[in-house]
Each structure stands twice: as C-alpha cells, then as structure tokens.
C-alpha cells in the first residue's frame, strides 16, 4: 500500500524502536488505512497520540483538539474518526450534526473535564448572577452549553477581555484560570478569574498530565541537558495547563499550536516540552533539526486507550455502543452557540 509505503519511509526510518514498532503491527495498519479510503472516513490525530496512531493522519488533520473539529466541519467525508478523547469527539460532533463521529474507546476521559459538569456549572452560575462564563475547549458538551463563550489555551486571554467584565467564571481548569488571573494582573487589567477551588467547594479541574511537572524537575532539566533560561537556542516550553510557577520557570508558555509554533519559527538546537510526553515524539519527527529532551514517564493515560485494535474496531463495526459518539441535538445547539461566539472575536 502505497500510504503506507510512505509512512514508513517518512517517520518511521528515523527511529528504529518505532520501526519495529510498525513493523509489528503492519498488517493491522494496513487494514485501518484500507477501511479509511474505502468508507472515506476523515482520521483526525491529536498531538498526544502515539506516533503510530499519529500518522495514519494526513498532514492537515494533525493537531490540537478545536483546530481538527473546526477542519472535520469543512470535510466532504461522511465519517468522522477522531484519535483523541471523548470531549473532543463531542466538540467535532457539535460542529459537524450531519457526520459521523466515532472514537476507539469511549472510557477515553481527561481528568482536567471530568469533575466538572453541567450541574457544577449552574452551582457558580447561582452563587455569581449576570457573571459570564468562559469555558475552556477542554470540556464536555454539557458545559460548554452552559457557557456564555469557550476559549482555547491560545486565546484564553484575549477571550476574557473581549467580555469587558470585571469578573469572570472560568471553567474547568483550575490552574489555566490562576494562570489567566496571574497574566492579567501582569498586563495591569482588574479582572477577577473564578473557577473551581477558588472560593467554592467545586472539584478542581487538573490535567493529571500537566499537574506532575514541578519547578525542580524544570531546574534539574536546565542543569542535566545544558539549557539555562533566556539561552538563546535552548528552551524549555510549558503548556498553559501547567502549574502557575511552573509557567514562571519556563522560557515560554503556550497552547500546543503555540509550542509547534515557536519552534517552527525559532528553530532551537534543544528543547524541553513540559507536556504530554508523546507531543516531543511527534514533533521530533516533523523538526529533526531540533533535539527534543524526552520524558516519557509523563502521558496521559486516557489518550494511551486509543489503540490501534481500537480504531480497527470502529471501522470496521461503527458500534454505536462502543463507538459512535452522539450529543443530544438541544445541548448541541447551546454548545455551538459559545464555540461560535469564540470564532467570532479570534478570526
């Protein structure tokens, strides 16, 4: 098969564990990729999967959760296959009615969107009348119906702004909002962020991921691999979703765009991403200029249950128990109302 042919020559002859890999599981590759142009299913690929599961993506449907959404709505492909977690797999569905979604496992959670939901939402609604709610990308559809406006990670900011308010509800992760908050009063704005934990009994939303990076494993990094801050070819680039003081230590902070970004545009000889460990793995292949520091003790464990036997399953049953994604069509409304505000004022 001659995409698959291409893969193997593209990204997997560069590493030889990952060719074994590939290797290994040839046949079964092979048999999603014929399943994927036969039914003309769009196979979307998040950052954080795995790079055998990354690359049975074309190059335009790699990415970040929102940016392969918004891309499956302007497919002609009637079948959705999205290589992420549930919420995600809700957000194309909210964007695409018409298509179908499917995912490979639909226990695929995230540990930052689960705690808070629907009923979360109206708890803060009720204790804070006529404040507007801002909800992260990062969450179920329940919520962002809820919601007044979603950000992502790369314009969370400029989102909270936009409202001219001088309070804002921030939903659901707690760290991106004392980030936000910490950012803003930098910027010298009088913009209070509440979210969850901050006077309120609500479950703190954490990405368990981003969570484990301290600003000692940061400070050992600079010191074992050479990168001291402000080098002007070395960096180590956090995520949004990080620790407010881990952020500090960073050379920069960003979305994973915003990441892919800078290193597209600086061109490092070494970088460190305090992130989900497979976003390096993915990224070396695309900059092999760049030497990616690597820890890959640190993934999420909800992206790992997307599995190669899993997407083999949802394309060959299309199990609507097992795999089809569905989001009732009155929620569907409210939610596409916050993700169309968003777009509005970040074209």
């Known amino acids: 098969m001659a995409e698959l042919d291409a893969i193997y020559r593209d990204v997997f002859e560069a590493d030889p564990t990952l060719k074994a890999d590939a290797e290994a599981n040839r046949d079964i590759i092979e048999r999603i990729l014929e399943l994927k142009d036969r039914k003309n299913v769009l196979i ?5 999967m795995h790079p055998l599961i990354y690359n049975l993506s074309e190059e335009d449907a790699r990415g970040d959760s929102l940016a392969l959404s918004r891309y499956a709505a302007k497919s002609d492909k009637p079948i959705i296959l ?9 957000t194309a569905k909210i ?11 639909k226990s695929a959670g995230c540990s930052l969107a689960d705690p808070v939901r629907k009923d979360d939402v109206l708890k803060l609604k009720a204790m804070y009348p006529g ?23 790369a314009n969370a900011v400029e989102v909270v702004l936009s409202l001219k308010s001088k309070r804002v509800i921030f939903l659901p992760d707690s760290f991106m909002g004392e980030n936000i908050q910490q950012e803003l009063a930098g910027m010298k704005k009088d913009i209070e962020i509440i979210y969850p934990g901050k006077k309120n009994a609500l479950n703190r939303g954490i990405c368990e991921v981003h969570e484990r990076f301290t600003v000692e494993d940061l400070k050992l990094i600079r010191e074992q691999y050479g990168i001291p801050k402000g080098h002007p070819k070395r960096a180590i680039l956090a995520h949004w979703e990080c620790r407010p003081e881990v ?16 290193i597209l545009e600086k061109r490092p000889e070494m970088v460190f991403l305090a992130t989900e460990c497979e976003m390096a793995a993915n990224l070396a ?33 299309e199990d609507p128990e097992k795999h089809e994604i569905f989001v009732d069509e009155e929620v569907r409304l409210k939610a596409l109302k916050p993700i169309q505000r968003m777009l509005g004022i970040s074209k």
Do not use: W
Not at 44 to 48: D, S, V
Not at 247 to 262: C, I, N, P, V
Not at 290 to 297: A, G
Not at 301 to 309: A, Q, Y
């Open 44 to 48: 979307l690929g998040h950052n954080y």
């Open 82 to 90: 999205f290589d992420g977690v549930m919420f995600m797999g809700e």
């Open 95 to 105: 964007l695409s009615p018409n298509k179908k979604v499917l995912i490979a496992d």
């Open 131 to 153: 404040v507007p709610v801002v909800t992260y990308v990062n969450s179920y559809a329940d919520v962002k119906a809820e919601s007044d406006i979603c950000c992502t990670s």
């Open 247 to 262: 952020l500090h230590e960073a050379d920069f902070h960003g979305s994973t765009s915003q990441m892919s970004k800078y």
């Open 285 to 317: 292949a695309e900059f092999p200029q760049t030497e990616f520091v690597r820890q890959c003790n640190v993934y999420c464990r909800h992206m790992r249950k997307i599995t190669l036997n899993g997407i083999l399953s949802a394309l060959e049953t």
